[in-house]
């Protein structure tokens, strides 16, 4: 059963910082939920992984396409996050051309799990990866959600419809961003 209210995590994440020289100019950052979800209405959602057909082709672009829209709409900011590590997040947003969408990495899985997300998708070589889902959130609680039917380990399909950023904007639009 998925929470109501998000729970506390850190993301160890990944920052770009000009005072590093080589290569790889980046650090280590903890952030936490508080960090990305407090005194904000955003717009979450989450998938089964970086570079992955459906996420990679739909999902992240339509989101990062359409955040003007959901701004006009009453929203902060729009989060994607998977079970991916920083480094693969980062290399996903880079190849996608993303810089409204923010990336969060839940490498270990423990946000998602608390969630009530996490789903065994062995079936696909993945391990343990996030349900696809979005969800509006107002100060880390959820006022809406927007799960994928199926929600099941190793489900045979990748249901995509429900947690599109299309069908998010058609609700909030509609008013209907109070709980359900």
């Known amino acids: 059963m998925p929470v109501n209210k998000l729970p506390d995590?850190?993301?160890?994440?990944?920052?770009?910082?000009e005072s590093i020289e080589g290569p790889n100019p980046y650090r280590?950052?903890?952030?936490?939920?508080a960090d990305y979800f407090a005194g904000k209405r955003v717009v979450l959602f989450s998938l089964p992984g970086a570079f992955t057909p459906t996420c990679s082709t739909y999902q992240l672009p339509d989101y990062e396409k359409l955040y003007g829209e959901f701004q006009a709409e009453g929203i902060?900011?729009?989060?994607?996050?998977?079970?991916?590590?920083?480094?693969?997040?980062?290399?996903?947003?880079?190849s996608q051309g993303v810089d409204k969408v923010g990336l969060i990495p839940d490498g270990?899985?423990?946000?998602?799990?608390?969630?009530?997300m996490l789903v065994a998708k062995d079936n696909l070589g993945f391990g343990m990866r996030s349900w696809r889902y979005a969800a509006i959130v107002n100060d880390g609680v959820v006022?809406?959600?927007?799960?994928?039917?199926g929600l099941t380990d190793n489900c045979p399909t990748d249901p995509y419809g429900v947690s599109s950023p299309q069908?998010?904007?058609?609700?909030?639009?509609?008013?209907?961003?109070?709980?359900?």
């Open 9 to 17: 995590v850190v993301f160890r994440t990944r920052v770009r910082d």
């Open 28 to 33: 280590w950052e903890d952030k936490t939920t």
């Open 76 to 94: 902060d900011a729009i989060y994607c996050i998977s079970v991916n590590d920083a480094f693969v997040m980062n290399a996903w947003g880079k």
């Open 108 to 116: 270990s899985g423990e946000f998602t799990r608390k969630m009530g």
């Open 143 to 149: 006022e809406k959600w927007f799960i994928e039917d």
């Open 167 to 180: 069908n998010v904007l058609e609700k909030l639009r509609a008013g209907e961003s109070v709980a359900a």
